[in-house]
């Protein structure tokens, strides 16, 4: 038995610079593959708006629900910004304020999770009601799982950081970097749902 254990491998840890680009990589990734998620829905919005067969794009002038498609965007656009101002925190070495601010910004991308599964309640149309019906529907869920994902990765950051206490911000500048970044690209993809979705 103490012979196999002298044989084992002992693997060095990678150096923290590696595995920070590595993360980065990772999100640069991540948002191409997301952006591919989404091109078939936009494809879909402006095919069948074109095409408009038998009247059936828009049957009786459908349309989301500007209030709730307006809050759902605010809350992306403001977790974004409070992670952003997260970030500058952590940089200036305030550590504490890095942590409530994270946590604001986790919040805030649950309520947006939370408003858009209220919306549904309040429709009045579903995804067999015509072709903007069923583009709205699954471009809209797409978005909230997508959130909520991005949530779950920053909730993995925000509790490290408050494991650690105040010894280190328990999170790399570069997790922290990668995660704030695929967030933005989502609240820029919020406000671009808004545009096509609620307002045209």
Request: net charge neutral; charged share 10%.
């Given at each position: 038995m103490s012979d196999l254990a002298e044989s084992h491998p002992v693997l060095d840890p990678e150096p923290p610079a590696l595995q920070e680009r590595n993360v980065w990589?990772?999100?640069?990734?991540?948002?191409?593959?997301?952006?591919?998620?989404?091109?078939?829905?936009?494809?879909?919005?402006?095919?069948l708006a074109t095409l408009n067969t038998?009247?059936?794009?828009?049957?009786?002038?459908?349309?989301?629900?500007?209030?709730?498609?307006?809050?759902?965007?605010l809350a992306l656009l403001f977790s974004a910004g409070l992670?952003?101002?997260?970030?500058?925190?952590?940089?200036a070495g305030n550590d504490g304020r890095f942590r409530w601010y994270s946590l604001g910004a986790l919040v805030l991308g649950l309520a947006a999770?939370?408003?858009?599964?209220?919306?549904?309640?309040?429709?009045?149309?579903g995804p067999t009601d015509g072709g903007f019906a069923s583009v709205f529907v699954g471009w809209t869920g797409l978005l909230g799982v997508v959130t909520l994902l991005t949530?779950?990765?920053?909730?993995?950051?925000v509790a490290s950081s408050?494991?650690?206490?105040?010894?280190?911000?328990?999170?790399?500048?570069?997790?922290v970097d990668a995660v704030f970044f695929?967030?933005?690209?989502?609240?820029?993809?919020?406000?671009?749902?808004?545009?096509?979705?609620y307002l045209v």
């Open positions: 990589v990772g999100a640069r990734l991540l948002v191409s593959s997301t952006i591919f998620l989404f091109l078939p829905l936009v494809f879909g919005y402006l095919y038998g009247g059936l794009w828009r049957p009786g002038d459908l349309k989301g629900p500007i209030g709730w498609g307006l809050a759902i965007m992670l952003a101002w997260a970030r500058s925190e952590l940089a999770v939370v408003l858009q599964v209220v919306e549904y309640t309040q429709l009045g149309f949530m779950v990765w920053l909730e993995t950051v408050f494991r650690n206490g105040n010894r280190s911000p328990g999170s790399s500048p570069g997790d695929y967030l933005a690209f989502l609240a820029i993809v919020g406000a671009f749902t808004f545009s096509f979705l």
